[in-house]
């Protein structure tokens, strides 16, 4: 079945750096666009950027020069590179996909930015 773990996950000053790494098994991996969303406390769950098969990029108004996806078809796993990190993006990151018509979740890793 589809398993999404994530890890490197959390505490940071502000200003400094994380890289979340979410290791991917039961599917097809290089054929599929991964994700990341994030959820703060009180807060509606977020997208944060995205991969496709290609290795095309998007990324939210919020991430974009900050952080980094990427991916590593052969070790299967996608990697969240984050920079200049604010108290803002203290969330709870989760990694995701979309498969065989249904979304995937990881349960996943908590940053948290405070000083």
């Known amino acids: 079945q589809v398993q999404l773990v994530e890890s490197g996950g959390g505490l940071v000053q502000p200003g400094g750096s994380l890289r979340l790494s979410c290791a991917a098994s039961?599917?097809?991996?290089?054929?599929?666009?991964m994700n990341w969303y994030r959820q703060a406390p009180g807060k509606a769950r977020e997208f944060v950027a995205e991969?496709?098969?290609?290795?095309?990029?998007y990324y939210a108004d919020s991430a974009k020069g900050r952080f980094t996806i990427s991916r590593n078809n052969v070790n299967r796993t996608t990697s969240l590179q984050m920079i200049s990190l604010q108290a803002e993006d203290t969330a709870l990151y989760y990694c995701?996909?979309?498969?065989?018509?249904?979304?995937?979740w990881g349960r996943g890793t908590q940053v948290t930015v405070s000083s």
């Open positions: 991969i496709d098969a290609d290795g095309n990029t």
């Open positions: 995701q996909t979309f498969h065989a018509s249904k979304f995937y």
């Open positions: 039961g599917f097809a991996f290089s054929n599929y666009h």
